[in-house]
Structures are given as C-alpha cells and as structure tokens.
C-alpha cells in the first residue's frame, strides 16, 4: 500500500488478556520499528527490526512483550497477560536504508 | 545522559505569522535529525531531515537549522495556517549505530485563525 497500515486500529480488552498488532510496512521498506506512546508523551522506543531480524529489542519493558517480522515485511507485536499500564497507543514505522521514518496511524490499546 | 527535550510545550501563534519551534540535544554524537508532526489521533508524519554536515535545510514554507556548537535545533513554519496546528517532535539518530530515532515530549502548535 501507499502508506503504513496498522490493524486493528482500536482494541480494548480485559486485564490478563493475549493481544497481538498487525503492521504492514511500505513495500520495500527494509526497517521497521515499534514504538508506544502514552497520552501528552512523544513516542518511546519498543524494538527495531532490519529484515527479519529484530535488531534492537531494547526497549521492550519486559518479557510479556514480543514482537515478530517472519518474512521480512508484517510484522506483529504480541503482549501477554495485559496490564492496565499497557494501555497506550502502538505506533508503528518503516523507513528505507536508514531514511526518515514514516508512521502508521496507531493501535489504541485500552486494558480494562 | 543523552535526551531530546524541547524549550516550550505550547506555542500560539496568529495565522500568518512565522513560527520557530526549538530542540535542545545533548548526544554530541548524534549526526541526524528529524522533525515530525504529529496531529490528534495520528501517526507522526515525517517533514524534514538534517544531517549534521549542514547548518541549515530548507523545505516547502519550513527550514530547520542546526547548531551543533551549542546542539540547538529548530523548525521554522513560515506563514503559519490553521492546518500547521498539532505537536511537533523533534528526534535524534542515537549512538551505537543502529539508526532509532528518539523523541522528546513535544511541542503544542497552536494556530489563531
């Protein structure tokens, strides 16, 4: 597609609860990050992949966040056993040969 | 430690008027710089790069300027519409050599018709 897609766009689920986020970079974009950002926050670094291989993984805040990008393209964040505190706005970007990022719209995520 | 950080969250303006967004770095090592837009309910968008062998660029109705003695950025809007109205980051290529953006809080751009 012309742009960065995330899917879904709004997820509210109950605490204790898997949750997977789809995002569907730039064709051709080889770097794709995750990034969360909180109300009133810029965004924060979660994971950095280049391929398919997760180069950075720094800042996942823990181990109930994983991310995956099987084929080089899609990628999907997981987080299992949600908390409140997860609730935030997933973004999604993908840039060409170390290029300014280019964003997707967000996955709002509200853990009830 | 290393941070981005911007001088003022909010910033108004009258409709017409230049507007200059300003950064401060401390990472004397970054060497790329990017300004993002960031209106409600989206994603960042992307508006203009610099890389730290220039002082200055120039885009559509912006320029960003980077001092690197005194590691100072800053995203000038000329004649500043309605539609500029949003948050404005500016982030910063880390050091190590992965290339992960970092971003600050923001700054509000506020646009008075």
């Known amino acids: 597609g012309a742009g960065v897609s995330q899917t879904p766009s709004n997820k509210v689920t109950e605490k204790g609860k898997y949750v997977e986020l789809r995002c569907d970079p730039i064709?051709?974009?080889?770097?794709l990050y995750w990034y969360r950002q909180s109300l009133g926050q810029g965004p924060e670094f979660l994971i950095y992949?280049?391929?398919?291989?997760?180069?950075?993984d720094s800042g996942l805040p823990n181990d109930r966040f994983f991310a995956v990008r099987p084929e080089g393209s899609v990628s999907t964040l997981k987080i299992q056993r949600t908390e409140r505190g997860d609730s935030a706005v997933y973004l999604c970007?993908?840039?060409?040969?170390?290029?300014?990022?280019?964003f997707g719209e967000g996955s709002r995520l509200t853990v009830l | 430690g290393e941070s981005v950080g911007l001088h003022l969250p909010t910033l108004s303006v009258q409709e017409g008027d230049n507007s200059i967004i300003n950064c401060a770095y401390s990472?004397?090592?970054?060497?790329?710089f990017i300004w993002y837009k960031q209106e409600s309910g989206k994603g960042p968008q992307f508006i203009i790069d610099?890389?730290?062998?220039?002082d200055k660029r120039q885009g559509q109705r912006v320029t960003v300027l980077l001092n690197k003695t005194v590691k100072h950025l800053s995203l000038q809007i000329a004649a500043t519409q309605p539609g500029d109205s949003a948050v404005y980051f500016c982030?910063?290529?880390?050091?190590?050599?992965?290339?992960?953006?970092?971003f600050g809080r923001g700054t509000s751009l506020i646009v008075h018709p």
């Open positions: 970007a993908s840039s060409f040969k170390g290029g300014g990022l280019f």
């Open positions: 064709s051709g974009h080889t770097a």
């Open positions: 992949f280049q391929g398919t291989g997760a180069a950075d």
């Open positions: 990472n004397s090592a970054s060497d790329y």
């Open positions: 610099i890389r730290s062998n220039m």
């Open positions: 982030a910063e290529k880390r050091s190590g050599g992965s290339y992960i953006p970092t």
